[in-house]
Nanobody
Framework: QVQLVESGGGLVQAGGSLRPSCVAS????????MGWFRQAPGKEREFVAA????????DYADSVKGRFTISRDNAKNTVYLQMNSLRPEDTAVYYC???????????????????WGQGTQVTVSS
């Protein structure tokens, strides 16, 4: 099992920045890649970004390319999501997720991920 704990959300004005983080614990050696998803009220949970645990390969949703950067620190078992130029439409609960080495690289697909955190709220005011 892998446990995920997010932190670092908050309230920010449009154009501002936030950097949520996700700490993994447990069987971290089994992780293949990790991702961030978000869910706004009344909407489906959607893919934001993903990174492989060892190789550093990244993937982004078109809506955040050029504004968000995902990174990982293996020594700290932590994944970060640097969010710049935030917009009101970025407001959502942001979830961290992990996929084990039993899965293929399908970073955009929710069902690819076996483990999920509880989420952290990000609110962008206009």
């Amino acid at each position: 099992q892998v446990q995920l704990v997010e932190s670092g959300g908050g309230l920010v004005q449009a154009g501002g920045s936030l950097r949520p983080s996700c700490v993994a614990s447990g069987r971290t050696f089994s992780i293949y890649y990790m991702g961030w998803f978000r869910q706004a009220p009344g909407k489906e949970r959607e893919f934001v970004a993903a990174v492989t645990w060892s190789g550093g390969i990244t993937d982004y949703a078109d809506s955040v390319k050029g504004r968000f950067t995902i990174s990982r620190d293996n020594a700290k078992n932590t994944v970060y999501l640097q969010m710049n130029s935030l917009r009101p439409e970025d407001t959502a609960v942001y979830y961290c997720a992990a996929a084990s080495k039993l899965r293929s690289w399908s970073s955009h697909i929710r069902s690819s991920y076996e483990y999920w955190g509880q989420g952290t709220q990000v609110t962008v005011s206009s």
